[in-house]
């Protein structure tokens, strides 16, 4: 992990000169703008030469030759997670301090990657009340302890259903405790013991969840690898589905098309996590592992199975699953890449990280776009061909205050 120290951030104004601008939902028309950045917010943004000299007395931060877009949002992380392999066996265990260090260390590199806000989909109970801090963190959305079948997927965060504790049981204490949405576990996983081709809550279970979580007002993601799980996931009424599993009972990934009709229909957002661990194949000595080609299959029909979503006209949201196993905080620029590489043009793809993500969690108004009145959650890149290569993070705004060292950690 390697996070940048604590910035010494200041809230004064400044004015942010730009070559392009994304604003969220697309490339404005034209070249070299200014944004004008005073209390949080976004209070102006034109072309440079008409708004340049009635801001003159404000201090200029020049990257007149790169491009500007809303600061990126990810919509699946595990805070509390290293992302350096250990798996949750080993880390969820820890005492709450460990964890929050880690958390830290993690939310600091990917605000240095140029995430801005996070949603956590699965850490302890305990993690809804710390304060992130010090210094500028992400926004983060906190889901709370996933709710899962006994022994199943990620119960080491302590939201396993038992005899005698239903799924209203372990929702509403997610919810009294503070937490933003709910996250559920439909299927195995990674987690030892659990087989990712199997289904593991009932659609009455989901929906059980959804119900209560939307008189709250907030949203449901399911982790749903198979078919049959995104089918349960679909019928219940869920917001969200995590990954793009679409394994089958023989644990192959095919994707059901009444399980993406079903979703498609029921409006629910995808989850991407292409990079799943994809880092392991990056690393040295892994070649010829079992986990190598393991990972290469997944990776491989992820991709496919984006492809395939995104051509059927489904919803996408892109989330790296940051934490988890041998997925790395500070690289969402991979996930970026990963996408590209499925066949997103670049600004279809800055669109989904940033207002299209904010839609998916239900925040629309509080992050996400570049308009005057928004909250400046901002971030500065040095081109935008993600096919050909990941772009480095030049400049990092959050809330309105500028992070001291930007750049991709790692
Ligand atoms: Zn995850």
Redesign the pocket.
Known sequence: MSGSTSPASSADPFVLAVARVHDGLGFLPDDDFIVVVAEGTVVDLGPRARLLGKYSALPLVDHSNAVLTPGWIDT?V?STMPGDGRPIEEVAPAPFETRIAIATANLRAHLAGGVTTVRD??SHLDYLTWPPGPGLMPRVLRYGMPITADRGHMHLFGGALKAARTVTDVARANLEAGADGLKLVASGGGTLGTVPHETTLTSDQVAEAVRLAHTYGKRVTVHALTNGAIIAAAAAGADGI?HLGFLATDGLSRVQQEALEAAIAAGIVFGSTLGCNEAYLHLSGSNGTAEHDEQSIRTEYYRRNADRVLGAGGRMAIGT?AG?KHTPFGAYTRELQLLAGAGVPAERLLHLATAGNADALGVPGLTGMIRPGHPADLVVIDGVDFAARAPKVLEVVAAGRRLASPGTPS
Do not use: Q
């Open positions: 699946h595990h989909l699965g995590e699953d988890w």
